[in-house]
C-alpha cells in the first residue's frame, strides 16, 4: 500500500464468490479502522464469513490484490451454561495443559529461523476443537519486541519457534509471557528463554 501521506487506508467488503453456503450474519468492517462488528448485535450461534481488502486514498489509488482479500471466519459460539459458570466460579478451568511448555528453556548459537524450540497442547472443555482459542506471546513487561512466535500443528497443539535473528549480545534471557484465552478465560504461563 501507499506509505506516502496521501495513503490513508480504507477497508472495504469484498462480495464472496466462494462459500456462499456460509451467511456474513449481518457483520461488516468499519471503513477508516478495519474493525469487523454488526450493526443490530450478534447473529445467532454459527459460523459466518466476509471478505475484506484494503486500498489507499493517494494518487495513483492502490488496492490489494484481489486474490489477497482477507477471508475472515467468524464462529458463533453458545453462550456458557449455569454449569459453566459455577464451574468457573469454583476454580475448575476450562482450559488446560495436555502437554506444559518448560519454564525455562536454553537456545543455541546455531539456532536457524523457523527452527521449532518447544512444543505444548491444550483442551478447552469449553470449545474442544479448539477454534475459539487465542493464544499470545508476549514479553513480562512489554519493554521490547522479542524474535520468537506461536506456530500451530493442530488449534490445540501448538509450538514456540525463533521467528527472527537471535541477537545474543542485546537481550541473553527473554521473559515471557505465554497466554491462552477462550474469550470467558485465559490462563498466563512464564517462560524464560535464555542463550546458551
Known amino acids: 500500500m501507499d506509505a506516502g501521506l496521501n495513503?490513508?487506508?480504507?477497508?472495504?467488503?469484498e462480495s464472496l464468490t466462494s462459500f456462499q453456503l456460509i451467511t456474513d450474519g449481518g457483520f461488516n468492517v468499519i471503513?477508516?479502522?478495519?474493525?469487523?462488528?454488526?450493526?443490530n448485535g450478534l447473529p445467532p450461534v454459527g459460523e459466518y464469513r466476509i471478505q475484506?481488502?484494503?486500498?489507499?486514498?493517494?494518487?495513483?489509488?492502490?488496492?490489494?490484490?484481489?486474490?489477497?482479500s482477507a477471508l475472515v471466519s467468524i464462529r458463533i459460539l453458545k453462550p456458557p451454561t449455569a454449569d459453566l459458570s459455577e464451574r468457573l466460579v469454583?476454580?475448575?478451568?476450562?482450559?488446560?495443559?495436555t502437554s506444559i511448555p518448560p519454564n525455562t528453556y536454553?537456545?543455541?548459537?546455531?539456532?536457524?529461523?523457523?527452527?521449532?524450540?518447544f512444543s505444548f497442547s491444550v483442551y478447552d472443555s469449553y470449545d474442544p476443537s479448539g477454534m475459539g482459542l487465542i493464544?499470545?506471546?508476549?514479553?513480562?513487561?512489554h519493554s521490547?519486541?522479542?524474535?520468537?512466535?506461536?506456530?500451530?500443528?493442530?488449534?490445540t497443539s501448538l509450538f514456540v519457534y525463533l521467528a527472527e535473528h537471535l541477537e545474543y549480545h542485546l537481550s541473553p534471557i527473554h521473559n515471557l509471557l505465554l497466554i491462552v484465552s477462550n474469550g470467558l478465560e485465559m490462563i498466563t504461563t512464564k517462560v524464560n528463554i535464555s542463550n546458551l
Not at 471503513?31 to 450493526?39: E, H
Not at 475484506?52 to 489477497?68: C, E, F, H, W
Not at 536454553?106 to 529461523?113: G, L, P, V
Not at 521490547?144 to 493442530?154: I, K, L, N, Q, R
Open 135 to 141: 493464544f499470545e506471546l508476549l514479553t513480562s513487561n
Open 52 to 68: 475484506v481488502y484494503a486500498k489507499d486514498q493517494g494518487t495513483p489509488s492502490l488496492r490489494s490484490n484481489k486474490d489477497q
Open 144 to 155: 521490547y519486541h522479542h524474535p520468537f512466535a506461536v506456530g500451530y500443528s493442530t488449534p
Open 106 to 117: 536454553s537456545i543455541d548459537t546455531n539456532c536457524i529461523i523457523g527452527q521449532k524450540l
Open 90 to 97: 469454583e476454580g475448575t478451568h476450562s482450559i488446560k495443559y
Open 7 to 13: 495513503g490513508t487506508v480504507v477497508y472495504e467488503r
Open 31 to 39: 471503513t477508516n479502522s478495519g474493525l469487523i462488528c454488526t450493526k
